[in-house]
């Protein structure tokens, strides 16, 4: 997930740009550049590291210029660095181009442009889309984007700018954001309207295969056949400073809903149809060694060991592969016994956290090979491990992590899914059956975003609480412990996630009218224990609230509450069954009137043991 902006008008581009991508930093801070037309020459700034390193570098090399497009990135295809970063530039140094997105193609259009001389200096899956325009430029640059369009598989939002056209912007999207900013005298592009908010409150919210062509006067609308649509200005209904949540109030709250969108991305270039197997770029690993595996060990902290336990469940159930599952602060303490041909898939939303990384060199170093799933591109435990499989989940500011867990989970269930059908350990029906279920989860995670006021108004009946358990069984009791961290971390109410089925053996006592349960039941494998477990507790007065598939009759009649989520199969019902919990646990905490985003006494990232 990154950010551009665009400016056309009468101010400094540098400085609108500047300004715009100070709002859009959220998205991706790891490089950052910008491209200015000024009297017929195209002149391009980047720079690695944060925003503030493009200001100093403007002002040892200041560009003029009225018309610009800026860019801050937040790596996918390509670590951060400065060739990297955009704008991209043809090799004529005429046109520019940022962009936000994933394209899937690239490789195959990659090989196609080198063939017909094309120069490529980046690792960026973004300079082909620079190199098409310019391959179809032919003194038109809305129809030479119109053409280079139909050529990309995948996600865009593009801003570009080519020293043949002062004074005219092209912008145009597919899957990924973009609103046009509507001035007087002056007009603006950006990911988000946060980001143009400052100068104006008028946007055009532009669709799908639609593009702009912008200049200081003027705006057209098009499709990508050139036929003009319209859209209504949209007024932004809050003021600018709102701007980097989106007019959220907490980055939690935002980065809960970003999940569906985040999902989309996840899946980008990996699983697009349920008929056809999974790629997975980065992962490193042959067909041979997958089948050569005896063993797969999940070491993480946290939230991300929570998604590890899952992964254990998804990579014996549908790879049936032996696996385990380590906090890597224990991990190292007992000296694990590694086999040979084991594989370590070490989950990090950051990868940065010490104690995993540790885990990570000690597993190495005992013979297993590695490969990690993480959110940050090239952070140190991508480099250290032999394959990586990115989350794209876009950065995640919140120190509560709710988007990198989802899709934590939706990535290892990518790799288990994969593993199971290189293996021939799932039948094609089920392989189908299993990938169409992960392509529904957007949608139904977006369902869940629509209920969220059927949640806030549980979380307005438990708020006052101090004590509470989180229950689950099967591959639901992380989701169980993954429910009561999100509550205790932000809201500070104490929440213990424990196994269903241990309940008899001691934690039954706690039940009281004062401590509320959160029980985990749905339609699966461990339903009726789950009844069971539901009934002994209300047998206590203890108050339950109860997570059920749509439609569940019987939830209703023991419960107090019921959070509803759509049927899916179990093993991936813990994507679906977080998003509830973390819209309770926001709640709850929001109720509390707690610091959410920075709950005392915790980082966003752990780099001490
Ligand atoms: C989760 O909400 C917490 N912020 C914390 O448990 C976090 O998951 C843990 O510190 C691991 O961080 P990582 O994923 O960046 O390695």
Redesign the pocket.
């Known amino acids: 997930m990154c950010g551009i902006v665009g400016y056309v008008g009468t101010r400094k581009a540098t400085d609108v740009c500047v300004a715009g991508l100070k709002r859009l930093e959220y998205r991706g801070y790891d490089s950052a550049g910008i491209a200015v037309v000024e009297d017929g020459k195209l002149e391009v700034v980047k720079v690695v590291g944060k925003l503030r390193n493009l200001s100093e570098a403007l002002e040892e090399t200041p560009l003029e210029g009225t018309l610009g497009i800026g860019h801050t990135r937040w790596a996918t295809h390509g670590k951060p660095s400065k060739i990297n970063s955009h704008p991209h530039v043809s090799n004529d140094g005429r046109i520019a181009l940022v962009h936000n997105g994933i394209i899937e193609n690239y490789a195959e259009l990659r090989d196609e442009l080198k063939q017909e001389g094309f120069e490529f200096v980046s690792e960026t899956d973004t300079e082909v889309i620079v190199h098409l325009v310019a391959r179809y430029y032919e003194g038109d640059l809305a129809a030479a984007f119109r053409r280079a369009a139909r050529d990309l598989e995948g996600a865009f939002a593009v801003g570009i700018v080519s020293a043949d056209h002062p004074g005219q912007m092209v912008a145009a999207r597919r899957f990924s954001p973009l609103v046009v900013g509507i001035g007087a005298g002056e007009n603006f592009i950006a990911s988000d309207m946060g980001a143009v908010r400052e100068w104006t409150d008028q946007v055009y919210v532009i669709e799908d295969d639609e593009m702009a062509v912008i200049t200081r006067d003027g705006i057209e609308l098009t499709d990508f056949e050139g036929k003009p649509v319209h859209h209504e200005p949209y007024t932004i209904p809050w003021p600018a400073e709102a701007a980097q949540k989106g007019g959220h109030k907490h980055f939690m709250h935002k980065e809960i809903h970003e999940q569906p969108r985040a999902m989309r991305e996840c899946l980008l270039g990996r699983l697009t149809d349920a008929e056809k197997s999974i790629t997975l770029e980065g992962l490193n690993m042959t067909e041979e060694e997958i089948k050569r595996l005896r063993k797969v060990v999940f070491t993480?902290?946290?939230?991300?060991?929570h998604a590890g336990l899952v992964g254990r469940f998804l990579m014996e159930k549908l790879a049936r592969i032996p696996a385990e599952c380590d906090l890597a602060a224990e991990l190292r303490a007992r000296d694990p016994v590694v086999l040979e041909d084991t594989l370590a898939i070490v989950?990090?939303?950051?990868?940065?956290?010490a104690d995993?990384l540790v885990a990570l060199r000690e597993l190495k170093e005992k013979g297993a090979s590695v490969v990690s799933v993480v959110?940050v591109v090239d952070s140190s435990i991508a480099r250290e491990s032999d394959g990586v499989v990115y989350i794209q989940a876009g950065p995640e500011i919140g120190?509560?992590?709710?988007k990198?867990?989802t899709l934590q989970i939706l990535t290892i269930a990518l790799i288990a899914a994969h593993f199971a059908d290189v293996r021939g350990a799932a039948s094609e029906h089920e392989l189908i059956e299993l990938r169409r279920a992960m392509l529904s989860l957007p949608e139904q995670a977006q369902t869940l975003l629509d209920r969220e006021d059927e949640v806030k108004a549980v979380a307005a009946r438990y708020y006052d609480s101090h004590n509470s358990l989180y229950l689950g069984r099967g591959v639901n009791l992380p989701s169980a412990m993954e429910g009561a961290?999100?509550l205790k971390?932000i809201s500070y109410v104490h929440a213990e996630g424990y196994s269903a089925g241990e309940m008899k053996h001691g934690p039954i006592a706690l039940v009281e009218r004062s401590l509320f349960t959160v029980a985990i039941a749905v339609k699966g494998d461990v339903y009726d224990k789950m009844i069971g477990n539901i009934q002994e507790i209300k047998a206590r007065s203890g108050p339950v609230i109860g997570v059920a598939f749509d439609g569940d009759t019987e939830i209703p009649r023991q419960a107090d509450d019921v959070l509803w989520v759509p049927p899916c199969p179990e093993l991936l019902t813990p994507i679906t069954v977080a998003i509830p919990l973390q819209i309770l646990a926001y709640h709850i905490a929001d109720m509390l009137g707690r610091e959410i985003d920075q709950p005392r006494n915790?980082a966003?990232?752990?780099t001490v043991e």
């Open positions: 993480a902290c946290g939230t991300a060991f989950v990090s939303q950051s990868g940065e956290t995993t959110n120190v509560a992590s709710t990198a867990y961290l999100k971390e915790l966003k990232t752990v």
